[in-house]
């Protein structure tokens, strides 16, 4: 049995976590906007909100995140919290009002400061609410927040801004968590098996070698190996490592054995 079933992640940014001002990029001025708010914990946090669904024109607004390095990460995972209000429970608005928001991404080697021109950005998907919330729930304090989970890959470059494009929404970006999975350093066999990062693509599995732990030996018929699946969960433990003479099998390690100590 593996020592551990824990599938770890890497997160690289968490909004919640930031106390003071996020700073993203937003544009035009009149869109997308940054206040302070609580979470469903009442802890303090920074958010973004757009809702100019009274407008009787198409709205084109965009906001995007600072740099994200990816750290390693091949096949990366952003989780939005948000909540989206039913355009039908809207008094006047306009035709133009949707309620879906668009997921992008940009990859590059270093910070691109301002939002970058449309078309260097890839779509990621649209993004549409299980529940939207009206002005009864307003009333009621009730926001009805919503989670979806989208993922990027394969990634070339050393990093990437996310971003947001309102189409003439009334939503707030609640919270956003960007991460990729690894499975965590175990010892299986007498083997050690270091961190690795999940690869990309569902199917894949990373093959890894094993190190023997102090005072074992390969067995070189059967060197250790196990494979780290996309989800960040250890598979298929082959081979193993062998205790030196002398030493006998303890938990996870050789010891001298006892019947030839001095």
């Not at 198409?58 to 355009?87: H, K, M, P, S, Y």
């Not at 260097?120 to 307003?138: C, N, P, V």
């Not at 009334?170 to 098996?193: D, E, G, P, S």
């Amino acid at each position: 049995m593996l020592m551990s079933l824990l599938f770890p992640t890497v997160v690289l940014l968490n909004s919640k976590e930031t106390q003071a001002e996020l700073g993203w990029t937003s544009y035009p001025p009149n869109g997308w906007e940054e206040i302070s708010g609580v979470d469903e914990k009442y802890k303090p946090i920074r958010t973004y909100q757009v809702c100019n669904v009274m407008e009787p024109t198409q709205q084109n607004n965009w906001l995007q995140t600072g740099w994200v390095a990816r750290r390693g990460g091949q096949r990366i995972f952003v989780e939005l919290q948000f909540t989206l209000r039913d355009c039908n429970s809207i008094p006047g608005v306009a035709g133009t009002c949707k309620e879906t928001f668009n997921l992008l991404y940009v990859e590059s080697d270093r910070d691109l400061g301002g939002v970058t021109r449309e078309d260097r950005y890839t779509k990621i998907d649209t993004i549409a609410a299980d529940e939207s919330f009206t002005q009864g729930d307003l009333g009621e304090r009730k926001m009805k927040l919503n989670t979806e989970v989208r993922e990027i890959g394969h990634l070339n470059r050393k990093g990437f801004h996310l971003a947001f494009q309102d189409v003439g929404a009334c939503v707030a970006l609640v919270a956003v968590r960007v991460y990729y999975k690894r499975c965590l350093a175990t010892v299986q066999n007498l083997a050690v098996f270091p961190d690795t990062v999940a690869e990309a693509a569902f199917a894949t599995l990373v093959e890894v070698r094993g190190t023997c732990v102090n005072n074992s030996e390969v067995d070189m018929d059967s060197p250790p190996r196990m494979h780290c699946s996309a989800e960040g969960e250890w598979l298929v433990p082959i081979g193993k490592c062998s205790c030196s003479a002398g030493y006998e099998e303890g938990h996870s390690s050789c010891e001298g054995r006892k019947d030839i100590l001095i």
